[in-house]
């Protein structure tokens, strides 16, 4: 199973910056999808960024050009640049990977980190 832990949250003044990391371990045999997710308090949890294996993207609108996801598929790795940080990014943010398992090449299992906390202060 794969094991996903994301590093790099803190706090931060608005306008600054900071970059999330998270790293899968575990049996792996095979990642797909890799995303990244927030939750605020009160709210849902949301997409923030999405890259394919193939290293296509997918933003949600409320963070296009300023934030930057990459993936290194060597580490089974992947990173979210977040930039020109607002108030309003302020949540607990999630890694997410779909797994496809050795034992079961068709099957797919979503796999999460336990957490990081961005909070930008005003």
């Known amino acids: 199973q794969v094991r996903l832990v994301e590093s790099g949250g803190g706090l931060v003044q608005s306008g600054g910056s900071l970059r999330l990391s998270c790293a899968a371990s575990?049996?792996?045999?095979?990642?797909?999808?890799m995303g990244w997710y927030r939750q605020a308090p009160g709210q849902d949890r949301g997409l923030v960024a999405l890259i394919t294996a193939g290293g296509k993207t997918n933003y949600a609108d409320s963070v296009k050009d300023r934030f930057t996801i990459s993936r290194d598929n060597a580490k089974n790795a992947v990173y979210l640049q977040m930039n020109s940080l607002k108030p309003e990014d302020s949540a607990v943010y999630y890694c997410?990977?779909?797994?496809?398992?050795?034992?079961?090449?068709?099957?797919?299992?979503?796999?999460w980190g336990q957490g990081t906390l961005v909070t930008v202060s005003s």
């Open positions: 997410k990977a779909e797994e496809v398992p050795a034992t079961a090449p068709f099957r797919r299992f979503e796999r």
């Open positions: 575990g049996s792996i045999f095979r990642i797909n999808d």
